[in-house]
């Protein structure tokens, strides 16, 4: 069945509710909704918000964790007409107040004791709550100052239901619809703006590339307060009128259970979950038979994982969705049954996606030669919010500068090397941490690894690894183990061997940046966890 056409994310809800009548939309554990349902507690609580004043434009905050109430929260701010901020449950403190008062956010919706997690008393203590902020809690509240969501649910009954009906009507396809943060590698994030049109077009991407129907079922295991999340997962499955299957937080044991039970047939996960996955001991006598579709992107997806999975579920196409949230996520989407010959690849220019390599004076490269990659389309934001010296420097007529080093072959077949800030210079050899990480993660005994550079003062650079292993192996010989597979001058130099996870950012990415400044606070101290 064909995508259902809209140009804004309340008609994207509204023709799903009427075309397809009872048909499951979405389940929390013991929630199960049709889409009428959920269209129904949507309205509720957009009226809530107009009856609150809430006005078209108004940034309406969303702090919380994966559940049907964000589902509700997220879709009733845009229905209302105003601008969903999601806020990562990731965030502290600082970083979350930051983003409300960056935002200017009118009213804040939080799931105050997800995952035991006081956000509110968080807020007072970094002195992050405004007077004026209308905060409602979608669970318990207790509190004083704020609002329980039945209460709040109840103010939209003095509002009638045309009136939210109107509100959406009057949404433009190019009205700011969510304000993501981004996440902020090298500083202070950027809001964002993705406009209606934008999300529209890539739940649409989604749906036609990966040939989505209303018999396709996802579960959300990434964070609903991700673009993954909300375009990928929610907007996708109303576009498809699919049922979205929500995970409060992905443990793979209970995602092999939940999808298993539920016959998921579809998802869109970072490369570790799937990795994770693998390495549950109880994986093979989990029935996955109905699992179809596995996108990934975030993160180059390791060889050996493709292969493993190609092993264990021989009938899931793995297809590559890379993209960004100035991209409202996927620029290239890779053909499943291409995976395995163009394993190097990210795919193809999803349709009506134009993909550059270009120079450092901004100027394009010929078919095959390594530059930065710029990305043009109906899906590339229009800029970042009360940002003009940003919007500048990472747009240009129509294209987003992606900080990204990657090439387009004859074919259109788009490869992506490196971030520019993370390949290492050796001597005039240029290395790309990506390939490296690759080979890595062939070896059994390792879970993650991250390559960064080491400053030397004859060759410039060298390979540094930081290795996640899951048992004694010693650094000669993952050494060795790259000796065999990459030529000599990318074979890590140093290594760091650890448990501990990686350093992630509220998006789940990598954050390399603290790991070169954790080198650079060792070079010359001896460590007993460091190969030299």
């Known amino acids: 069945m064909a995508p259902l056409l809209a140009t804004t994310v309340p008609q994207l809800l509204s023709r799903a509710e009427r075309v397809f009548g009872d048909t499951e939309a979405l389940v929390d554990r013991d929630v199960r909704w049709s889409f009428?349902?959920?269209?129904?507690?949507?309205?509720?609580?957009?009226?809530?918000?107009?009856?609150?004043?809430?006005?078209p434009g108004d940034r309406v905050a969303v702090w919380a964790g994966n559940g049907h109430r964000f589902v509700v929260a997220a879709l009733g701010a845009v229905s209302a007409g105003a601008v969903l901020v999601p806020v990562s449950t990731?965030?502290?403190?600082?970083?979350?107040?930051?983003?409300?008062?960056?935002?200017?956010?009118?009213?804040?919706?939080?799931?105050n004791g997800f995952l035991g997690n006081d956000y509110l008393g968080m807020l007072r203590a970094a002195g992050g709550v405004p007077d004026e902020l209308d905060i409602v809690t979608l669970g318990e509240t207790g509190d004083p100052e704020a609002h329980s969501f039945d209460e709040f649910l109840r103010r939209g009954n003095v509002v009638a239901a045309g009136l939210v009906t109107a509100r959406g009507d009057a949404v433009s396809p190019h009205d700011v619809s969510d304000m993501f943060f981004t996440?902020?590698?090298?500083?202070?994030?950027?809001?964002?703006?993705?406009?209606?049109?934008?999300?529209?077009?890539?739940?649409?991407?989604?749906?036609?590339?990966?040939?989505?129907?209303?018999?396709?079922?996802?579960?959300a295991a990434v964070p609903l307060a991700h673009v993954t999340g909300v375009v990928a997962n929610v907007m996708t499955m109303a576009c498809c009128a699919g049922t979205l299957i929500i995970m409060p937080e992905f443990k793979a044991a209970?995602?092999?259970?939940?999808?298993?039970?539920?016959?998921?047939?579809?998802?869109?996960?970072?490369?570790?979950?799937?990795?994770?996955c693998l390495l549950q001991p109880d994986f093979d006598a989990c029935d996955l038979s109905?699992?179809?579709?596995?996108?990934?992107?975030?993160?180059?997806?390791?060889?050996?994982?493709?292969?493993?999975?190609?092993?264990?579920?021989p009938n899931l196409k793995l297809m590559n969705c890379y993209g960004a949230t100035e991209t409202t996520s996927p620029s290239t989407i890779m053909p499943g049954e291409l995976t395995a010959p163009y394993i190097d690849s990210v795919g193809l220019p999803c349709p009506g996606t134009r993909i550059l390599a270009m120079d450092a004076e901004g100027r394009e490269l010929p078919r095959g030669e390594?530059?930065?990659?710029?990305?043009?389309?109906?899906?590339?934001?229009?800029?970042?919010?009360?940002?003009?010296?940003?919007t500048a420097e990472s747009f240009t007529g129509g294209f987003w500068h992606s900080g990204d080093l990657g090439s387009i072959d004859g074919d259109d077949f788009v490869r992506v090397f490196d971030r520019q800030k993370d390949m290492i210079n050796r001597g005039g050899l240029k290395i790309y941490s990506a390939e490296v990480e690759s080979v890595l993660a062939g070896h059994?005994?390792?879970?993650?690894?991250?390559?960064?550079?080491?400053?030397?003062?004859?060759?410039?650079?060298?390979?540094?690894?930081?290795?996640?292993?899951?048992?004694?192996?010693?650094?000669?010989?993952?050494?060795?183990?790259c000796a065999e597979r990459l030529s000599d001058y990318k074979v890590p130099e140093t290594m760091l061997l650890t448990s501990e996870p990686l350093p992630r950012n509220a998006n789940g990415k990598v954050l390399k940046r603290?790991?070169?400044?954790?080198?650079?606070?060792?070079?010359?101290?001896?460590?007993?966890?460091?190969?030299?």
């Open 36 to 55: 009428p349902q959920l269209a129904a507690e949507v309205s509720r609580c957009a009226a809530a918000m107009i009856a609150s004043g809430v006005t």
């Open 444 to 481: 059994a005994s390792v879970v993650e690894s991250a390559i960064i550079a080491k400053p030397c003062p004859v060759l410039g650079e060298r390979v540094h690894a930081v290795i996640v292993t899951r048992d004694r192996v010693t650094g000669d010989a993952l050494r060795a183990w």
């Open 514 to 532: 603290q790991l070169r400044e954790r080198l650079a606070g060792e070079v010359g101290e001896p460590s007993a966890r460091t190969s030299a």
């Open 183 to 219: 996440s902020g590698t090298t500083g202070r994030p950027k809001g964002a703006m993705l406009a209606h049109c934008n999300i529209v077009h890539s739940a649409m991407r989604f749906c036609a590339c990966m040939d989505l129907t209303a018999q396709d079922r996802s579960i």
């Open 90 to 111: 990731r965030y502290k403190s600082d970083e979350a107040s930051w983003i409300l008062a960056r935002s200017g956010t009118r009213m804040l919706l939080v799931d």
């Open 290 to 313: 109905s699992w179809r579709i596995g996108g990934y992107g975030g993160a180059p997806m390791p060889i050996a994982t493709i292969e493993r999975l190609a092993d264990r579920i």
């Open 254 to 276: 209970d995602y092999l259970k939940v999808a298993a039970r539920e016959r998921v047939t579809y998802t869109v996960m970072v490369p570790a979950m799937y990795n994770l």
């Open 370 to 390: 390594i530059g930065e990659l710029w990305i043009g389309g109906a899906q590339v934001i229009k800029g970042y919010w009360n940002n003009p010296k940003a």
